[in-house]
């Protein structure tokens, strides 16, 4: 498998101590991955037909990474940090749009607003739970999971009806101008803002500290607890926003629409070489992780293997590059 | 004022008992919610009530009341296995696929066996990954959770099978004295745990879960200690397996996986912590029959059945939510 390739590749570069960034090689990889479906039956014959289908694969990994994008701040503030309410916070997103707009061009700022705003005060409840009730980040989110989803059901009581706005249809959805999908320039807008965000912002100094150390950050100033409260607020807000723009590409809405993205999207983060710990990691690596996994999940789906096999490749995928990356100091060092 | 002084003896009592044991506040907590169950029944008083819903009780519980033993010794030890679930899952399958006639009691055994063989061989993965390569815990069984659940889905894409009727018929009505099969193995298992919690095994895991590094210097084998605990893990989650499809006499590639979250609910309820080293195998059963109680009390009050799914998800949040929101609390007064 070409997974394996490049891991020995990773593993000899390790040893010959050449450094090359995480990001860097998951850029490479994507890029080998894009060649080697060339030569697959259903693959592209022609230079028309790559930069196509090459496309197309960027639309889709867009979705992963602008979901990936929250996650990658929230596993970078450490303390085992990581949403799993990320899923139905993008279905909330995407059915309030849904649901609210209704065809109306005119709903679409105040439905905004009140998408990042109901993510936002999920993630609060994710923060302070985390913070001030010192729960495990992994069992408040995927308990706010369970809550958010069950609070869809009583208000949908099982019935989506709705409509996209034709802009966002336009946006998301059609071409813009070169023939080059509109939903790639948000995503291309999102990756500055998120990389200016991280590397030149305060809070984004202060996240990588409390990443690193949080007892050394909050010695030098840092306020702990506001900035781990801010981030999960920061990630709902995100979240909910990518389902805002997901449903403008699906133009359908359903009860587990974020469920599907939430795996790949933490393996995203994980293959662009952002430590689980925290403390380390960029939103670079991120989107060429999101192209990775897009690409491979394209390839199974190609190759026709069950989804159950595509899980097992999927959990299997994430505990190598925790090997490869993720290893925490033992007691004995 | 005498009735407030009396007041405060009774506290400093559930506090020595609390301390000395670690179940005061589950113990109240238990006794309360059984009395609102039991009260709550209409026919109490008729004989055979109590003890016929005793059983339907437990019976019920076990499966989720063993994987929360598992769960509460892992987290005892410092860590969190996410991955039980997905355990349960595979050997249920396993055992409504293959486990077709009581009339091959050898080859239901070696089933038996292997389901058996494949918890401890799970939770030895899951232990390896996490102690012996340092990965961390929650998101390296969150990624083996998702390779066990496929493995399960890979064997059994649409629930079926069925378990003989002699078998479970045997578990849903044995009775000892009147006291039910599932509750004998229960007191078995924490009487069992019992001889060891003061014996070397025990101080040992208490120690690595309080303080790994203190525990490392003074020549404790902390890796097989917590490796030990994953693998413990497994094997409850293995029997798990076997009770659940006693219970449910079929197979579903599904059947655990909402059973994780429940076990982690039940060893924080009973008193268990989420930094490790402290809280009690008793009080974590008495934390998931708590639990189940509640949910008991919820499906008899009848809330409209859109709404279920959001007050069971409460539930859960408000648990986990209540040691550290009681926490908080002293530590404000």
Same mark, same amino acid.
């Given at each position: 498998?070409?997974? $394996?390739?490049?891991?020995?590749?990773?593993?000899?570069?390790?040893?010959?101590?050449?450094?090359?960034?995480?990001?860097?090689?998951?850029?490479?990889?994507?890029?080998l991955?894009?060649?080697?479906?060339?030569?697959?039956p259903?693959?592209?014959?022609?230079?028309?037909?790559?930069?196509?289908q090459?496309?197309?694969?960027?639309?889709?990994?867009?979705?992963?990474?602008?979901?990936?994008?929250?996650?990658?701040?929230?596993?970078?503030?450490?303390?085992?940090?990581?949403?799993?309410?990320?899923?139905?916070?993008?279905?909330?997103?995407?059915?309030?749009?849904?649901?609210?707009?209704?065809?109306?061009?005119?709903?679409?700022?105040?439905?905004?607003?009140?998408?990042?705003? $109901?993510?936002?005060?999920?993630?609060?409840?994710?923060?302070?739970?985390?913070?001030?009730?010192?729960?495990?980040?992994?069992?408040?989110?995927?308990?706010?999971?369970?809550?958010?989803?069950?609070?869809?059901?009583?208000? $949908?009581?099982?019935?989506?009806?709705?409509?996209?706005?034709?802009?966002?249809?336009?946006?998301?959805a059609?071409?813009?101008?070169?023939?080059?999908?509109?939903?790639?320039?948000?995503?291309?807008?999102?990756?500055?803002?998120?990389?200016?965000?991280?590397?030149?912002?305060?809070?984004?100094?202060?996240?990588?500290?409390?990443?690193?150390?949080?007892?050394?950050?909050?010695?030098?100033?840092?306020?702990?607890?506001?900035?781990?409260?801010?981030?999960?607020?920061?990630?709902?807000?995100?979240?909910?926003?990518s389902?805002f723009?997901?449903?403008?590409y699906?133009?359908?809405?359903?009860?587990?629409?974020?469920?599907?993205?939430?795996?790949?999207?933490?393996?995203?983060?994980?293959?662009?070489?952002?430590?689980?710990?925290?403390?380390?990691?960029?939103?670079?690596g991120?989107?060429?992780?999101?192209?990775?996994?897009?690409?491979?999940?394209?390839l199974?789906?190609?190759?026709?293997?069950?989804?159950?096999?595509?899980?097992?490749?999927?959990?299997?995928?994430?505990?190598?590059?925790?090997?490869?990356?993720?290893?925490?100091?033992?007691?004995?060092? | 004022?005498?009735?407030?002084?009396?007041?405060?003896?009774?506290?400093?009592?559930?506090?020595?008992?609390?301390?000395?044991?670690?179940?005061?506040?589950?113990?109240?907590?238990?006794?309360?919610?059984?009395?609102?169950?039991?009260?709550?029944?209409?026919?109490?008083?008729?004989?055979?009530?109590?003890?016929?819903?005793?059983?339907?009780?437990?019976?019920?519980?076990?499966?989720?009341?063993?994987?929360?033993?598992?769960?509460?010794?892992?987290?005892?030890?410092?860590?969190?296995?996410?991955?039980?679930?997905?355990?349960?899952?595979?050997?249920?399958?396993?055992?409504?696929?293959?486990?077709?006639?009581?009339?091959?009691?050898?080859?239901?055994?070696?089933?038996?066996?292997?389901?058996?063989?494949?918890?401890?061989?799970?939770?030895?993965?899951?232990?390896?990954?996490?102690?012996?390569?340092?990965?961390?815990?929650v998101?390296v069984?969150?990624?083996?959770?998702?390779?066990?659940?496929?493995?399960?889905?890979?064997?059994?894409?649409t629930?079926?099978?069925?378990?003989?009727?002699?078998?479970?018929?045997?578990?849903?009505?044995?009775?000892?004295?009147?006291?039910?099969?599932?509750?004998?193995?229960?007191?078995?298992?924490?009487?069992?745990?019992?001889?060891?919690?003061?014996?070397k095994?025990g101080?040992?895991?208490?120690?690595?879960?309080?303080?790994?590094?203190?525990?490392?210097?003074?020549?404790?084998?902390?890796?097989?200690?917590?490796?030990?605990?994953?693998?413990?893990?497994?094997?409850?989650?293995?029997?798990?397996?076997?009770?659940?499809?006693?219970?449910?006499?079929?197979g579903?590639?599904?059947?655990?996986?909402?059973?994780?979250?429940?076990?982690?609910?039940?060893?924080?309820?009973?008193?268990?912590?989420f930094?490790?080293?402290?809280?009690?195998?008793v009080?974590?059963?008495?934390?998931?029959?708590?639990?189940?109680?509640?949910?008991?009390?919820?499906?008899?009050?009848?809330?409209?059945?859109?709404?279920?799914?959001?007050?069971?998800?409460?539930?859960?949040?408000?648990?986990?939510?209540?040691?550290?929101?009681?926490?908080?609390?002293?530590?404000?007064?």
């Open positions: 498998m070409n997974e $394996t390739d490049v891991t020995k590749n990773i593993t000899n570069n390790n040893k010959k101590h050449v450094k090359i960034s995480p990001p860097l090689i998951a850029m490479l990889l994507a890029m991955l894009f060649l080697l479906s060339g030569l697959l259903a693959g592209y014959s022609t230079l028309q037909g790559a930069i196509r090459g496309l197309n694969i960027l639309r889709l990994a867009s979705f992963i990474a602008i979901i990936g994008a929250g996650q990658t701040l929230v596993i970078i503030s450490g303390g085992e940090g990581i949403d799993l309410s990320a899923g139905p916070i993008v279905t909330v997103g995407a059915l309030l749009t849904y649901m609210i707009i209704n065809g109306q061009n005119s709903l679409i700022l105040p439905v905004l607003l009140l998408v990042i705003a $109901t993510g936002a005060v999920i993630g609060l409840f994710n923060g302070l739970g985390i913070t001030y009730l010192k729960i495990s980040p992994f069992v408040m989110t995927l308990g706010m999971a369970g809550v958010v989803q069950g609070a869809l059901i009583l208000w $949908t009581k099982g019935y989506y009806d709705g409509r996209v706005a034709p802009i966002m249809t336009q946006l998301a059609r071409d813009l101008i070169w023939g080059i999908p509109g939903m790639i320039f948000i995503w291309i807008l999102i990756g500055i803002l998120m990389t200016l965000l991280l590397e030149r912002t305060r809070y984004g100094k202060q996240l990588f500290a409390i990443g690193v150390n949080r007892v050394a950050a909050r010695l030098s100033g840092v306020k702990v607890k506001r900035m781990v409260v801010f981030t999960y607020v920061l990630a709902g807000a995100m979240a909910a926003f389902g723009l997901l449903v403008g699906t133009q359908n809405a359903g009860p587990n629409l974020g469920n599907q993205y939430l795996f790949p999207s933490i393996i995203a983060v994980a293959i662009g070489g952002t430590q689980m710990s925290g403390g380390k990691g960029s939103y670079f991120t989107i060429a992780g999101a192209i990775v996994i897009q690409l491979i999940s394209s199974l789906t190609t190759m026709q293997l069950p989804q159950a096999l595509q899980q097992i490749i999927y959990g299997s995928l994430l505990v190598l590059i925790l090997i490869i990356y993720g290893r925490e100091k033992s007691l004995r060092s | 004022m005498p009735e407030k002084k009396n007041n405060h003896k009774f506290i400093n009592w559930v506090t020595a008992v609390n301390k000395k044991y670690a179940i005061g506040i589950p113990l109240i907590l238990l006794v309360v919610s059984t009395v609102i169950f039991f009260s709550l029944q209409t026919n109490i008083f008729e004989p055979g009530t109590i003890s016929r819903l005793t059983n339907s009780n437990f019976r019920t519980w076990l499966p989720v009341l063993l994987l929360t033993m598992g769960q509460g010794l892992v987290l005892i030890g410092g860590g969190l296995d996410l991955s039980n679930g997905s355990i349960v899952s595979v050997g249920n399958v396993v055992l409504a696929l293959y486990i077709t006639s009581a009339d091959e009691p050898w080859h239901n055994l070696a089933i038996v066996a292997l389901v058996i063989a494949f918890g401890l061989a799970a939770g030895f993965l899951n232990g390896f990954l996490t102690v012996y390569l340092g990965l961390q815990p998101i069984t969150f990624a083996t959770s998702f390779i066990y659940a496929g493995l399960a889905l890979l064997l059994l894409p629930p079926g099978g069925a378990i003989p009727r002699d078998y479970t018929n045997f578990y849903r009505n044995t009775q000892y004295l009147g006291v039910p099969f599932s509750l004998l193995l229960l007191f078995f298992l924490l009487l069992l745990w019992g001889i060891f919690r003061h014996r095994y101080r040992f895991l208490y120690a690595v879960g309080g303080n790994p590094k203190a525990a490392y210097t003074t020549g404790v084998p902390v890796t097989w200690v917590k490796i030990s605990t994953y693998v413990l893990s497994g094997l409850l989650a293995s029997f798990g397996a076997i009770s659940y499809s006693l219970l449910t006499g079929s579903f590639s599904g059947s655990g996986a909402d059973m994780m979250l429940p076990s982690i609910t039940g060893a924080i309820i009973g008193g268990i912590s930094s490790g080293g402290s809280g009690s195998l009080g974590a059963v008495f934390g998931g029959i708590i639990l189940g109680n509640i949910r008991r009390i919820i499906s008899i009050a009848r809330i409209d059945s859109w709404a279920v799914t959001l007050v069971n998800a409460l539930v859960i949040v408000f648990a986990l939510a209540a040691p550290g929101a009681i926490n908080l609390l002293r530590r404000k007064k």
